[in-house]
C-alpha cells in the first residue's frame, strides 16, 4: 500500500478504473478523489450513488462526491443488516395525522422533494425541513403524476398543463402541455442563510398535441409520452429542436394493442414497450417491445428556441421478432435457488410469475437485453407469495407483513442483476395497521415510500410517507 499511495495520479486514475465505491472511499486515496472527477465516472458500481435533486455525475460540484459516496457505502451496509431500521421518516407533503388526508402529490427524483397540489396552485415540501414559507411555485397549475428527467446543474423537468402564469399565446390551448424546468438547491439544510426554495428555471416551453398525462420518461432533451384515448401510438420529441415523431407500430399480429408504460434504455439507445395485448379467447397477454431510439428530423437551429410549434413527423416502426417478448402463463424452474443475469445482458422489465413446481412461490423474471440486442428471460429466483404486489413503471415490488410493524419487500435490483428481498422494520409513526402499501424502493437513496390509509373502505393511490433507512 505504501508503493500505491506514492503513485503518480494518472497511475492512480488506470488503477481504479471499475474500482467498487469502498475502494474508492480509503484514506490513501481520499485527496485524489476529492478533486478528480473521472475517479467517480469510471467506478463500477457509479449507479449507487446517491446524487442530490437535479444532479448527475457530471454537474455534481466533485467535492460531493466523496461525501456522497459514504453515503452510499452507509445504505449499502444498512441494506446487508438481517432487519433494516429506519433512521427516519416524514410525510411526503402535508398530511392531516388525525384526519389521514393527503394532498395529490408527486414525488421529484433524488428523495427529497414532493410536489403537490392546493387550491392555490402546485407546491413544493421538502421531507428533510419545516415547511417553507414561499413554497407555491405555479399558480393555477394542475398537477398530472407523470415523468421527471433529472437534468443536471440542479435543474429537474417535469411537464405539467398550465395556461395562465406566463400568459401564453393565443395559438396554445389553455392548459396545454408545457415543459417547466425547476431548480433545486443543494443548500446545506442547516444552513439558514442558504436558499432552499425551488425556482423556475427557465421560461416553460408549450409542447402542443402531447399527451401530457401519458408522458412516461425523458432523456436529455427527449420526451416520451403514451398517445392518448387509443394509446398504441407514442409521442417522442426533442424538445430543444422543437421537432417530434408520431410513432405507430407494425411487426405484431394482434388486431389491437394498447402501450401502458414506455421507457428509454440510454445505454443501449433504445426505448421499451410495455404493452398490452388479446390473448388466446378472452384472455390477454402482456409484452415486451423494443426498438431503436429514431434519430430525430432536422430542425431550424435558429428559430428552434422560439418557436411555436413542433414539427410532428408520422413515422412507422417495425417491431422485429427478436425484439418482441410475451410473457408465459407460468415459468418452469429446475432450481429454487438465486441466480444472476449475465454482465453482458440489460434489465429492461420484470415480472413475477407461478411455478408448477413450487406452488406456494413466485418466481421473479426479468427480461433483458443481450449483447446482440435480442430480448432474453432470465429467472432470477423464487420467493414466497406476497400480500400484495404491483407493477410499477416495469418494476414489481412484493410485499409482506411479517410481525408488528416489519414488512418483508422482494423486488429486483437490476444495476446488481439480482433478487432483492430484505425485511425492513417501519417506523411507529407510519405503522401498517389498516390498509397501506409500498409504492416505490430506492436503493440509491435508501428509501421507501409507504401508502397507508386508516379506516377508509378503499386505498388511495397517494403514498403518504417516506421512510430513510
Not at 22 to 31: A, N
Not at 67 to 87: E, H
Request: net charge negative; aromatic share 10%.
Amino acid at each position: 500500500m505504501p508503493i500505491f499511495s506514492r503513485l503518480p495520479p494518472e497511475i492512480l486514475l488506470h488503477i481504479l478504473r471499475d474500482a467498487f465505491l469502498r475502494e474508492i472511499t480509503s484514506r490513501r486515496l481520499y485527496r485524489l478523489v476529492k478533486n478528480e472527477r473521472i475517479v467517480w465516472r469510471n467506478a463500477t458500481d457509479t449507479e449507487y450513488l446517491p446524487l442530490p435533486t437535479g444532479h448527475t455525475i457530471q454537474t455534481v460540484p466533485v467535492e460531493l462526491l466523496f461525501p456522497i459516496a459514504l453515503r452510499a457505502c452507509s445504505i449499502a451496509i444498512a441494506f446487508r443488516q438481517p432487519i433494516i431500521i429506519p433512521k427516519r421518516y416524514a410525510p411526503i407533503a402535508p398530511l392531516s395525522i388525525g384526519d389521514d388526508e393527503m394532498p395529490y402529490n408527486v414525488e421529484i427524483p433524488g428523495g427529497r422533494w414532493t410536489m403537490y397540489s392546493t387550491e392555490s396552485g402546485i407546491r413544493f415540501d421538502d421531507s428533510s425541513k419545516p415547511p417553507l414559507e414561499n413554497d407555491t411555485i405555479i399558480s393555477d397549475g394542475r398537477l398530472f403524476r407523470n415523468a421527471m428527467g433529472t437534468m443536471g446543474e440542479g435543474v429537474v423537468r417535469c411537464i405539467q398543463p398550465i395556461s395562465t402564469d406566463w400568459d401564453p399565446p393565443c395559438s396554445i390551448a389553455p392548459g396545454s402541455g408545457h415543459a417547466i424546468d425547476i431548480y433545486f438547491p443543494i443548500g446545506n439544510i442547516g444552513d439558514s442563510k442558504t436558499e432552499q426554495t425551488p425556482k423556475i428555471h427557465s421560461p416553460p416551453i408549450p409542447i402542443p398535441e402531447i399527451n401530457v398525462t401519458g408522458v412516461s420518461d425523458m432523456m436529455g432533451p427527449l420526451i416520451l409520452s403514451v398517445g392518448a384515448k387509443t394509446f398504441d401510438f407514442l409521442h417522442l420529441c426533442d424538445i430543444d429542436a422543437r421537432t417530434g415523431f408520431v410513432l405507430n407500430f407494425t411487426g405484431h399480429n394482434k388486431r389491437w394493442f394498447q402501450i401502458i408504460n414506455a421507457q428509454f434504455q440510454p445505454a443501449r439507445r433504445k426505448v421499451v414497450l410495455d404493452v398490452f395485448l388479446p390473448g388466446i379467447i378472452d384472455a390477454y397477454d402482456f409484452a415486451v417491445w423494443v426498438f431503436d431510439i429514431p434519430e430525430m428530423p432536422p430542425s431550424d437551429a435558429a428559430n428552434a428556441s422560439t418557436a411555436l410549434e413542433f414539427h410532428w413527423i408520422h413515422k412507422t416502426i417495425h417491431i422485429q421478432p427478436v425484439s418482441q417478448y410475451i410473457q408465459p402463463l407460468e415459468w418452469n424452474v429446475d432450481s429454487s435457488e438465486p441466480s444472476e443475469f449475465p454482465d453482458t445482458h440489460v434489465c429492461v422489465h420484470d415480472f413475477i410469475i407461478q411455478c408448477p413446481q413450487f406452488p406456494g412461490s413466485l418466481a421473479m423474471i426479468v427480461v433483458c437485453l443481450t449483447a446482440d440486442d435480442r430480448l432474453q428471460a432470465v429467472c432470477l429466483g423464487l420467493f414466497d407469495r406476497p400480500t400484495q404486489f404491483g407493477p410499477f413503471k416495469g418494476r414489481v415490488i412484493g410485499a409482506t407483513c411479517v410481525a408488528d410493524n416489519h414488512l418483508r419487500i422482494v423486488c429486483t435490483d437490476p444495476a446488481k442483476k439480482r433478487l432483492f428481498q430484505k425485511t425492513f422494520e417501519i417506523p411507529g409513526g407510519a405503522d401498517l395497521k389498516g390498509e397501506s402499501m409500498i409504492t416505490r424502493v430506492d436503493l440509491v437513496h435508501g428509501q421507501v415510500s409507504l401508502l397507508r390509509r386508516k379506516g377508509r373502505a378503499f386505498l388511495d393511490i397517494v403514498p403518504c410517507f417516506v421512510i430513510q433507512y
